[in-house]
């Protein structure tokens, strides 16, 4: 299916329409996933008899966020989450939140529908790229089953698969101490979902499985996420004003971390050739490959007319020591007041150390400054902080919300991820939309 | 009576906006093969959590025309949100691809004809234009909120 886009190639004839469209969409970017979507979505010419009482069948939407962000601070950069490369400092960018997304939507039958989603966003690369968030087909086999196949937005959390439609939520983004360190958005597979009617409310069960395409940027270097084996799944139960979810995924790891922490296995390895087996054994405890992350949550709404609360805990527990596991959790609620609906929101995020010894004595300088990089890499994740949120949303005309926000981020001296601060400030500005 | 009266002012006072509630009900097509429906399978039905109907059909709700005084007034009495709150809660179902929402009429004739055509179709009116191809299904007069 997505071999498509590298079988189509753009024609070099300047005058494509199509082209021209994606051009001013997308400044100048690849016009390549606008001919796939326009090949694939084409409308098909009208059916003469068709019955004229039938919803579209085809429907061009989008989303987007025109979004400010600057901080107290030109020592750290404030990120949006792990997948940008460069963050927010004391001067105002429109870097981290502004994006524009465009969905294609094609409904088949009465039972399969494709879509098609596009995000243009300042992502991995540092710049504005779009990137194809979701290609797949739904089929509803029966009403209870449906089944999608192709590139979707990944469901490791409540909410995680809609983090970047800012209309759909309160803040200006989601909490970054509990999503900020998922540095995916998409998933390459199937997933299945039964629901349910029960008792009083509707019962959803969904799994999932495929694989990642995407990697996550590491200073000037990636982590290549391309190819990790990704699955998961969740429960979900809806009744009256309450929504709850559990959900458990996991993800498996492909390819090493990118320097320094591939030189110092590099240097843990060459040591144990001198005698020190143990030191083989760190650069394998540090290793990447082959090991599983694992994503546990629990999430609840409570929905009352102006007034909603939502509230999530996670646990991430890694295989590799080269990851710290971390408990993490946020809290917002928001009541509305006519057209302004002022919120507050409280999230926290700890991780814990893992020991791992290389057993070279500190005596001979040159093991002394291997045993110092380990250190260093073993506190590379650690994650010790939580942070205030203020702010309101102004739903000032159909599909537009203006909002604002003040995080006030606190962190240990130790806490050095997502970035290493003791005391941020994050003020935000952002227009979000719809159409 | 009193306590009606009372009622009202107290609504007109914190609601400006509405200045008459329209007496609305919901609707499907005789051939529905159900009588009533509560208010949780309204809910269900039009917010896209559970789309079937009692006697198995699958349901297809209908809206009033976008910013239409009686979509607005709808979504108010059945879940208490502003269409705004209505239009968030769709964008994230249909750019994270989950249900879709209802289709929109565009006009009185063209929710009958939805209506007269597929026997799934849900739709909401006020209880003045009701006629005889439509079966009042769940009131919300006769409701508590």
New interface residues.
Partial sequence: MFALENVVQPTTNGSNPTRDLNKSLFRRKRPIIAIWLAALFCPPPPAIAE???T?SRFEL?G?GTLGGVRTNSDDVEFTRDQSQHEGAKKSWTAKQDSLL?L?A?FKATESLEF?A?AVSRYGPNANYRPELM?A?A?FAAT?NLSI?AGR??VEFYM?S??R??G???LTVRPPVDFFGTLPFQYVNGADFTV?A?LG?G?LKGKAFFGKSGEKAPIQDEFLNLQGNPMAGGYLDY?S?NWQWRVTAAQTKFKHELPPPVSTLRDSLDQASQLGFPTAAEAANQISLTDTTSRFYSVGGVYD???LQIQAMLSETRHESSIYQNSRAGYVIAGY?LG?FTPFVGYSRNRSKAKSVSSGLPDAFPPFAQINAGLAGALARTHIDQNTWSLGARW?FR??M?LKTQIDLIRGEPDSVFLYPLSNLNVFSLALDF?F | MGKNRLFLAVLLAIWPAAAVWADLVVVTSPKSGIERMTREEVVYVFMGRWRQLPSGIPAQPIDSPLDSAERAQFYRQLVNKEPSDIRAYWARLVFSGGARPPVSAQSREEQMRLLASQPGAVAYMERSVVDSRVRIVFEFSASAP
Avoid: C, K, N
């Fill in positions: 019955p004229e009482l919803p939407s989303f997304g969905q939507y879509v989603q979701a797949y739904r009403p999608r979707m937005g909410l698969d809609s970047l439609v209309y759909s939520y629901t009617p009083d509707v809806q009256g009352q007319g102006p509305r057209q739903d159909r599909d919300a719809v």
